[in-house]
């Protein structure tokens, strides 16, 4: 089997005094969307920014594309071509959304001349933003803010996109309109995802494979169907509804 895109061996991380992830191991082929849940404070957000840099993992590795990248600045990270949307949609609120994905460009450190290009798949993916690209980040609705941090990320034109809580505080509709985006960009597009969330079970329905992490561990991994039929993870993450 080819090695994986990302491969994360053994990772810890502290705040402090306080260890976040306790020797965490995960991997993401090329193509794959895959899922790693788990309850608040569990250690998903912290696994996504240590892959990125910060916090720094103070032991193991992280490797992408074949590159040792565990000790490498967010930066240089970001132009290996990992490109993060964040939590809480951390876009700039004052910058119009244009700016916003001008910013996104810039830190992928790309040719300019593909810019107008890949603002126009952009606004194919994303219509409303073409309709907002004159508006403050900061004035969007929070969908419209989900939308924007995803479509900065790809202006970086990503090897690897990682998400995290796309679908958080949004009303319904839109939670699947994310959803159907994120999707879109994995099988039309043939991008990498990994995705952190809380919506466990639409997250896992669109994933090849899940993780579950637990206080700083990963505790199940499985194709998405496997994890959405472990009684564990219906129990703790599913509710009744599902
Ligand atoms: P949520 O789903 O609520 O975002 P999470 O699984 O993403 O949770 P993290 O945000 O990674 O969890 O937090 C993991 C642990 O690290 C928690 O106990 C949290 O309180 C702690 N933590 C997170 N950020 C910091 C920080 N900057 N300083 C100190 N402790 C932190």
Redesign the pocket.
């Known amino acids: 089997m080819t090695a994986p895109l990302l491969a994360v061996h053994g990772v810890k991380a502290f ?2 005094s ?1 260890m ?1 992830l306790k020797g965490v191991d995960l991997e993401v082929r090329e193509g794959e969307i895959v899922t790693l849940i ?1 309850a ?7 696994l996504m920014m240590t892959i990125c840099g910060t916090p720094r993992a103070r032991e193991g590795q992280i490797v992408f594309a074949g590159r040792d990248i565990t000790r490498l600045p967010t930066h240089e990270i970001v132009r290996a071509k990992i490109a993060q949307a964040p ?1 809480g949609r951390r876009i700039f609120p004052r910058m119009t959304v244009y700016e916003n994905l001008q910013m996104g460009a810039a830190a992928g450190s790309l040719d300019p001349s593909h810019f107008e290009r890949d603002l126009d798949r952009i606004f194919r993916l994303f219509p409303i933003l073409a309709e907002r690209r004159n508006q403050r980040g900061g004035t969007l609705s929070g969908g419209e803010q989900q939308m924007l941090s995803i479509a900065r990320a790809l202006m970086s034109r990503p090897r690897l996109l990682l998400l995290d809580e796309p679908s958080l505080g949004l009303a319904p509709r839109l939670v699947h309109q994310i959803f159907a985006a994120i999707r879109d960009l994995n099988k039309r597009e043939g991008l990498t995802i990994f995705l ?1 969330e ?1 919506n466990a079970f639409h997250a896992l329905r669109l994933a090849d494979r899940g993780y579950v ?1 637990v206080n700083g561990e990963i505790t199940i991994s499985g194709t998405g169907r496997e994890l959405l039929e472990r009684p564990e993870v219906r129990a703790a993450y599913l509710g009744a509804r599902h």
């Open positions: 705040y402090g306080i976040a788990g608040n404070g569990a250690g998903k957000s912290t939590e952190v809380q992490m």
